[in-house]
Structure formats: C-alpha cells, structure tokens
C-alpha cells in the first residue's frame, strides 16, 4: 500500500467518526429533551386539560382556548402565506431565473428567512396593530405568515430547480401549455419536497412566542373571533412556566408536550401518505 493511500484512507475514517459523534451529540440531545418533555409534561395530559379553557391559579383549568387560538392562527397564516410563497417560487425557478428582479427577491427572502421573528412581530404591530387600535388573531396570523413565506419560497425553488428540464421539454412537445407544464408536470414530480417545506413552516410558526406577544396577545377565556385577542399555545406555555403556581407550570409543560406530539404526527402522517412510489415496469 502506498503512503498516499493510507493517508486517505486515515482521513476518511477520521471524517467518518467525526461526522457520527456530531450526529451523535446531536441525537442525544434531541432524546433528552424529549424525555423532559414526556417526563414533565405527560402527568398532566388528560381530557379534562384538553378541553378545559384557562382558569386562575388553582382553579382546574386546561387549554381548550389555546389551543383552539393556535390551530386557528397557524390554519390561518398557512392559508395565507403559502399560495404566495408557491407563486414566488414558481416565478423565481420557471419565468424570473436570472432577472434582476428575481434577485432583488431571492435577496429579501433571504433576509426574511433569517430575521428574528421578534422584527416580524413589531412590523406587524406597527402596520396593522397600532392602526386598528387592538390586538387580534388577525394581526398574529399576519405575523406568522410572514415566518411562512420565506421558507415555502426557499423550498418551492429547491424542489423546482431538482425537477430535470427534459420533463419540461417532453411536456412542451406534446403541446402543453407551460401552465400545463408547472402544475401537472414540476408541482406533481415535487410536491412531496414542497408539502415538506410546508411543514417545516408549520413546525416553527407552532411554537413562535414573540411575534404574538405583539399581535395576538393572549385571552384568558373561549374566543373564536379572530379581530379580538387570542389565547394561543406558545404564549400561554411562556406566562404559565414563568409563574409560580404548580398547576399553570405543569400546563405549561402539557402545553409543550402537545406541540411537540403535533408537529411530529404531522410530518409523520404527511411523509407516509405522499410517500413516492416505485415506477411500474
């Protein structure tokens, strides 16, 4: 064996250890987290939290309201921001490409993608919340769906970029329309790495704090009208862990358990259902 052989082989099997003690690391801790999670936050799962509203300290209560404003708020922002994100998307991979245009918005999603959401809650709170004079869920889904477009756009363009031209061309051909081409022929061939983004949005937008701090606030009782204050999770689980009754600390706990088990089905069920099958030979 020649030196330089066994110099390589060296640094793959030291690249390789490296790369399984990250992962590794990395795994460890995910799996101590999710232990605090179902340690602390499983005793307090039971019907009654489920669907009970939010009382006072002592009183009982569970986070019927909040999660209720949540799954309303999230709905509401992915319903929003995704058809805008697709068309973006779509634009920046199937007509933009090069333009200037398409760079000045690959530049701001960019900058989107990376601005804490905090900014986006106090640019919400400026343009809508100051103007109508009151929080509301309106102005929280506003906050989230701006969480939701730079990722879905950065997905989209991904996912489009991997579909090969000869599709497209096969496509044009046949006499299709590029209309045509995007929905039935791009979208169909990636959609399971756009839902992918979706969820990815849906994931981080789930367990955001700050931005409803300015928007949607919170509410301690039932309400599903969303031009009023909204209870949601992410706020509720920040006030109820930082005081200091047991009953709220332990929903807070419950709180982030059901986020946790939420996002996780939802990967889960959508990986499983739009899961690619093999060709037909």
């Known amino acids: 064996m020649s030196f330089l052989y066994i110099k390589r082989r060296l640094i793959n099997v030291l690249a390789c250890t490296l ?7 990395g795994l460890i801790w995910l799996g101590w987290i999710l232990f605090s ?35 309303l708020m999230v709905f509401t922002a992915v319903l929003i921001g995704t058809p805008i994100a697709l068309f973006v998307g779509t634009y920046l991979t199937e007509f933009g490409q090069q333009s200037r245009l398409a760079k000045a918005v690959r530049f701001v999603n960019d900058i989107l993608l990376s601005a804490p959401s905090i900014i986006i809650g106090l640019f919400i709170y400026q343009i809508y919340v100051m103007q109508v004079h009151h929080f509301s ?14 990722i879905v756009v950065r997905t989209t363009e991904d996912m489009f970029l991997l579909v090969p031209d000869n599709l497209r ?40 704090t700050a931005p409803l701090l300015f928007t949607a606030l919170n ?23 930082m005081s200091p009754y047991v009953d709220w600390q332990q929903l807070a706990w419950s709180g982030a358990l059901l986020i946790t088990l939420f996002v996780l089905s939802l990967n889960i069920v959508v990986r499983v259902i739009f899961k690619q099958k093999p060709p037909i030979h």
């Open 169 to 208: 061309e096969a496509a044009f051909a046949l006499g299709a329309p590029r209309w045509k081409v995007i929905l039935h022929v791009v979208l169909r061939v990636s959609r399971t790495g756009v839902l992918t983004g979706i969820l990815l949005a849906v994931a981080r937008i789930s367990g955001e």
């Open 37 to 71: 999670l179902v340690k602390n936050g499983m005793p307090g799962i039971s019907w009654h939290t489920i669907f009970s509203i939010t009382k006072s300290p002592g009183g009982g209560g569970g986070l019927l309201n909040a999660i209720a404003g949540s799954f």
């Open 19 to 25: 790369a399984s003690l990250a992962m590794l690391i």
């Open 219 to 241: 509410n301690q009782f039932w309400s599903a009208n969303m031009n009023q204050p909204m209870a949601n999770l992410p706020t509720v689980i920040f006030q109820y862990a």
């Open 137 to 150: 869920g309106w102005a929280g889904s506003f906050a989230l769906a701006l969480l939701v477009i730079p």
